[in-house]
């Protein structure tokens, strides 16, 4: 029985939308922002403190708190820790949010390496959003930015993703093997959603329940 779906996007091809639309069809928890959120809560820094370390650490840490420290923070949380905080901690903090939001259950995951993080779960479906470039541009510009900076923000974050699933968890970004499904959005994110959902349905329809594996699919 599938209880927890992953979401890695390609910047630009509207891989949290669709998250968003289907964690609401599903009636299931979404983790994106507020997965964010509660790294930052269990860390004890908040978006500000960020901000200040990030500019003197080191640049791999640098390029990943611009990434996956986005979104909304609890503005009240405590600046303490920041003299041990780096991007080891952060991945570490973030492995645990993940894996309790797996074993929880009926969460749709955005990003944050839980494909690679969760790879190992029977009960774990993962899913790769693409689009071509012209579909990925069209869709940042639609969110307020020009299009040289769409096509520089496309650019540089598949890189930097690319290169914090390389490092920390020895991989190529994406492991195409990892994933159940491989969709482009140009569709329509309806389409998407209903196609992941069909998916699932007919995973749980076919499988017998089963408990998680310690061995890599391979």
């Known amino acids: 029985m599938i209880r927890t779906i992953t979401i890695e996007r390609e910047f630009g091809a509207g891989g949290a939308a669709i998250a968003e639309k289907l964690a609401a069809q599903l009636g299931w928890k979404l983790w994106d922002q507020n997965l964010t959120a509660e790294i930052a809560r269990l860390a004890q820094v908040d978006r500000a403190s960020i901000e200040r370390f990030d500019e003197r650490c080191d640049s791999l840490f640098s390029r990943l708190m611009k990434v996956y420290m986005r979104g909304s923070f609890e503005r009240s949380l405590p600046v303490t820790g920041l003299e041990n905080f780096d991007a080891d901690r952060m991945v570490a903090f973030m492995q645990r949010v993940i894996e309790r939001a797996a074993e ?115």
């Open 104 to 218: 929880t259950g009926n969460g749709v995951i955005v990003g944050r390496g839980a494909t690679y993080l969760l790879r190992h779960r029977t009960d774990a479906f993962h899913v790769f959003i693409y689009a071509p470039l012209e579909e990925k541009i069209r869709r940042v510009k639609a969110s307020g930015k020009s299009e040289a900076e769409a096509i520089e923000l496309i650019s540089t974050i598949d890189q930097e993703r690319a290169t914090f699933i390389q490092k920390y968890f020895s991989k190529e970004w994406p492991t195409r093997y990892l994933y159940h499904q491989m969709i482009n959005s140009k569709v329509g994110d309806e389409l998407v959603v209903r196609a992941i959902i069909n998916e699932v349905l007919d995973i749980d329809a076919h499988s017998e329940t089963a408990p998680h594996t310690t061995e890599d699919a391979r």
